[in-house]
């Protein structure tokens, strides 16, 4: 069995019937991407966008592509014919941008917000206050060719476990206050993007829906 294989059925064996896998695949080659598909593996990460319409054009319509890298406003327009979950949409340009691409393919584009939770300059994303802000007066109707469906965040990048879990904790309570206002009468708003490779059992721990992993299905980058 290669070791694609054996680390899917692994992870697979240990995740939670609510928790949904997404495999990042970046920077990874067409045959491996294959080999999760042939395993019934469906969602699929990627971060750049090029990279992802190469990809996308050699593979199977049935995969369920994320975006889950930083997307600049100018390049929706590449993605937005096929792409189905974007993660990581930081800024009310960006949204907006998406749901006008989103628009002239007649589709609608599931997204997820992205808090700044990690103590990482670098590390994209509205902050709590930023968030809550823009949540307070966005206007849902208007960006029909969108579902919001929840948050997207990134732990700090370090050893420290309860620092981490304290981080997916805030997170995760930030999009349950968000669920009782904001999004009270919105169904879609329901998913929680946290966890990667070395953090995703604490983000299962404090709610995550939707895992993002990358090394530890593919092996390191
Ligand atoms: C690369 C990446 C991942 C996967 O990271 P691993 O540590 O390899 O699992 C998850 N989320 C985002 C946003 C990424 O850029």
């Known amino acids: 069995m290669s070791i694609i294989t054996e680390n899917i ?20 080659p067409i045959e491996a991407i294959q080999e ?4 019934g593996q469906r ?10 319409v190469d990809k996308k054009d050699q593979l199977s319509t049935d995969i369920i592509w994320h975006f889950i890298g930083h997307l600049q406003s100018n390049k929706v327009k590449y993605i937005a014919g096929f792409v189905d979950w ?12 998406i749901n006008k691409q989103a628009a002239k393919h007649n589709r609608k584009i599931n997204c997820l917000l992205q808090v ?3 103590q990482e300059e670098t590390k994209f994303g509205f902050t709590v206050e930023e968030l809550r802000e823009f949540c307070s ?14 948050l997207m965040g990134m732990a700090s990048f370090t050893a420290n476990q309860s620092q981490i879990k304290r981080e997916f904790s805030d997170l995760s309570k930030l999009f349950s206050e968000l669920k009782s206002t904001t999004f009270a009468n919105n169904n879609s708003f329901s998913e929680i993007s946290i966890g990667m490779s070395g953090d995703w059992k604490i983000a299962i721990e404090e709610g995550s829906t939707m895992i993002r992993i990358g090394s ?6």
């Open 86 to 97: 974007i993660h990581g949409v930081e800024s009310e340009k960006l949204l907006i941008e």
């Open 216 to 221: 530890s299905i593919f092996g390191s980058r």
């Open 36 to 39: 999760a598909f042939n395993l």
């Open 116 to 118: 700044h939770i990690g």
């Open 43 to 52: 969602d699929f990460g990627e971060n750049y966008v090029q990279e992802l």
């Open 9 to 28: 059925i692994e992870l697979k064996a240990q995740l939670p019937n609510n928790v949904r896998l997404i495999a990042v695949s970046k920077t990874k």
């Open 137 to 150: 007066r966005i206007d849902l109707e208007k960006l029909n060719h969108i579902n919001l469906s929840g």
